[in-house]
């Protein structure tokens, strides 16, 4: 089975501060891996996503993800963190065979000014 | 380009009740996916259309939810009779096909059973 294991339900940065959100994963043949946001009363919006190229990953608002194998990680940083930035965040992961996406639980993200 | 649209934002409803939601997702996509996201809890999938046809329902609890995806466009879950588990958001997300493309979410269903 395929599973996505995000450390920590909660996570509070200072403004200005590296952002740090943890995913581990799960899974018996090589994934796909994507990071969501979810800001209060929307949907999901895709913030990146690795598909077997490049393993260090950029996505949109100076966010990063580094998929390491040998690890089976794909955590999520951005080298200093602003007020918009909080909201819930989701890994998820995808291979193909279950050909589905399975979402970890979410790290809700506090800036503190 | 229109995003994923969905009807309606918020419902409350009763337990036993019926409720029907509504989802027209991206011109030109043929994936279509039903999630159900419980507070605290990240996004399940009930249900993954591919055109007008199920690709995966394995976590649709079919005794009391169905969805059709008529024409391969537009799209509607329904939950009859609803329980007070059923209490969630309801996302509906549509992508060019399913795999690594990018998956688009609607705004979501809050419905709250009471």
């Known amino acids: 089975a395929q599973s996505v294991t995000q450390l920590g339900s909660h996570v509070s940065v200072s403004e200005g501060a590296l952002v740090l959100l943890r995913c581990n994963y799960s899974s018996s043949v090589p994934p796909y891996l994507f990071w969501y946001v979810q800001y209060p009363n929307q949907g999901l919006q895709l913030l990146l996503k690795?598909?077997?190229?490049?393993?260090l990953v950029k996505g949109i608002n100076g966010f990063e993800a580094e998929f390491k194998k040998s690890e089976t990680s794909f955590h999520l940083t951005k080298p200093s963190a602003h007020m918009s930035d909080a909201a819930e965040y989701f890994c998820?992961?995808?291979?193909?065979?279950?050909?589905?996406?399975?979402f970890g639980t979410g790290t809700k993200l506090q800036v503190i000014p | 380009e229109a995003g994923v649209a969905q009807s309606p934002r918020y419902k409350i409803i009763e337990k036993r009740q019926s409720v029907a939601f509504w989802c027209n997702p991206i011109?030109?996509?043929?994936?279509l996916y039903w999630y159900q996201q419980i507070l605290g809890q990240g996004p399940k999938l009930l249900i993954q259309f591919q055109n007008n046809g199920v690709v995966d329902d394995s976590q649709l609890p079919k005794d009391r939810f169905s969805a059709e995806r008529l024409k391969g466009v537009d799209s509607t879950l329904k939950i009859q009779p609803a329980k007070l588990e059923d209490s969630a958001v309801y996302l509906c997300?549509?992508?060019?096909?399913?795999?690594?493309?990018?998956?688009?979410f609607g705004q979501g269903t809050r419905l709250t059973v009471v």
């Open positions: 997300a549509s992508s060019l096909i399913f795999k690594n493309t990018e998956a688009f």
């Open positions: 998820a992961v995808y291979s193909g065979g279950y050909q589905k996406v399975t």
């Open positions: 690795y598909t077997s190229a490049a393993t």
């Open positions: 011109s030109g996509h043929a994936t």
